[in-house]
């Protein structure tokens, strides 16, 4: 089937703007052509007892990593991680999906070479792939050596998104201050850490052996990428001014101050994903920024690293976007445990991982189902009582998984 052939789903509770309505829903030459529409020739798909929805947009996630590098130190070749990652995401609904690509100093998994290979796989299987596989450039600030490859990602035909990530701060603040109170991370008073300290080698033990080196090499490296810190603020002045010149949709990570907010916001950053206290929350709120929170926090009834919860960030209003994070399942299991919790109707949850992650990355052109809008369906099977399963994913009136048989 191509996207042009004409298809009519009958049957399905359809998650419209607002409501859930009962109504069928034609879609032809990869866009939804009506609502409530005579057949007129399409073929039909009987989705009786069954949910048709906005498919998924994924804002961030990492789980692509785990495809390349499976075990610690194994790694396997991108172009068979990426095909059978690119399954995954169909699998389960996703049909946008912003791989976060850690762009940093460190050599390994999270190098800017491993990033190359991921940019110029992804170019390359553009055509094979079934759902729409883009980048977010997951910037260390510290890394200068990545800025041309953010330049070549920026110049390539699916724009990218750009997170502004500082885990080199996070990684020397000194331990006394919590990590979800520390300091605006250019504030020349930032509290640092021992680095010739036993417990600071112990910490970067599971970095260094993710980058294949010795704990006490990693920690050289590390103190000698700190000394770039007065050129950095420098560098995220001209990353940021690339991306606003071509529109880029841009993010700030793990925000834990007001002034952290306002330096990325100002820069043209008005998404803020994982932040990490109630306040910056707030802050960003009152300043009309998108906020997002990891869907495994939202599956799981909290977050893995103490943060806040995002569920009670959901009722405070203060949460807009669900991202997979770190496990694609997440997204639809986030849905189902928010639904149950009573948190809110299923028609306003579902804007969490469609319209508003779409909205937010300037994707006007999906998310919601409305006559004009491009065909990215999921059909959800989901009884009474139950957790919820993908039966289809359709991607711009293409269909890019199934497991309906009788579907054809």
């Given at each position: 089937m191509t996207t042009g052939d004409p298809v009519i789903f009958e049957g399905a509770s359809v998650i419209l703007p607002g409501k859930i309505a009962q109504t069928s829903v034609?879609?032809?030459?990869?866009?939804?052509?009506g609502l409530d529409a005579p057949?007129?020739?399409?073929?039909?798909?009987?989705?009786?007892?069954?949910?048709?929805?906005?498919?998924l947009v994924d804002i961030h996630g990492d789980a692509f990593e785990r495809q390349i590098m499976p075990r610690p130190g194994v790694t396997v070749p991108t172009e068979a991680a990426f095909l059978e990652t690119d399954r995954q995401l169909a699998a389960n609904g996703i049909a946008t999906a912003y791989h976060?690509?850690?762009?940093?100093?460190?050599?390994?998994?999270?190098?800017?070479?491993?990033?190359?290979?991921?940019?110029?796989?992804?170019?390359?299987?553009?055509?094979?792939?079934?759902?729409?596989?883009?980048l977010q450039l997951r910037w260390e600030?510290?890394?200068?050596?990545?800025?041309?490859?953010?330049?070549?990602?920026?110049?390539?035909?699916?724009?990218?998104?750009?997170?502004?990530?500082?885990?080199?701060?996070?990684?020397?603040?000194?331990?006394?201050?919590?990590?979800?109170?520390?300091?605006?991370?250019?504030?020349?008073?930032?509290?640092?850490?021992?680095?010739?300290?036993?417990?600071?080698?112990?910490?970067?033990?599971?970095r260094a052996k993710r980058s294949h080196m010795s704990t006490g090499d990693f920690v050289e490296l590390i103190r000698t990428v700190w000394q770039r810190r007065p050129q950095v603020p420098a560098w995220i002045d001209d990353v940021a001014a690339k991306g606003r010149a071509v529109g880029a949709p841009m993010l700030s990570h793990d925000d834990s101050q007001e002034e952290t907010r306002?330096?990325?916001?100002?820069r043209g950053a008005r998404i803020t994903e994982f932040p990490m206290n109630r306040r910056t929350a707030d802050f960003a709120r009152a300043g009309g920024d998108h906020i997002v929170l990891g869907a495994p926090n939202a599956a799981r009834g909290g977050s893995h690293l103490g943060s806040i919860a995002a569920a009670d960030m959901i009722r405070a209003g203060l949460c807009d976007i669900l991202a997979s994070d770190y496990y694609y399942p997440a997204m639809l299991a986030a849905i189902a445990r928010l639904r149950a919790d009573d948190v809110a109707p299923l028609e306003a949850l579902w804007?969490?991982?469609?319209?508003?992650?779409?909205?937010?990355?300037?994707?006007?052109?999906?998310?919601?189902?409305?006559?004009?809008?491009r065909a990215d369906l999921v059909v959800v099977d989901w009884p009474e009582g139950n957790l919820p399963a993908i039966r289809q994913t359709w991607v711009a009136g293409r269909c890019a998984y199934s497991a309906m048989p009788s579907a054809g």
């Open positions: 034609r879609i032809a030459d990869g866009h939804i052509t057949r007129d020739g399409a073929r039909v798909i009987d989705a009786s007892g069954l949910i048709l929805a906005p498919a976060a690509l850690t762009l940093g100093w460190e050599p390994g998994l999270r190098s800017v070479e491993t990033g190359w290979q991921v940019h110029d796989t992804l170019d390359r299987l553009a055509k094979r792939l079934t759902v729409e596989n883009r600030t510290f890394c200068i050596e990545a800025i041309p490859l953010i330049e070549a990602a920026l110049a390539g035909p699916l724009t990218p998104s750009i997170a502004f990530n500082d885990h080199t701060s996070m990684a020397l603040l000194h331990p006394e201050t919590a990590l979800q109170d520390r300091p605006f991370d250019h504030d020349p008073a930032f509290p640092v850490t021992n680095m010739d300290s036993p417990a600071f080698a112990a910490k970067m033990g599971e306002t330096y990325f916001r100002e804007p969490l991982v469609a319209a508003a992650p779409a909205h937010a990355s300037g994707l006007s052109d999906r998310g919601t189902i409305a006559v004009g809008l």
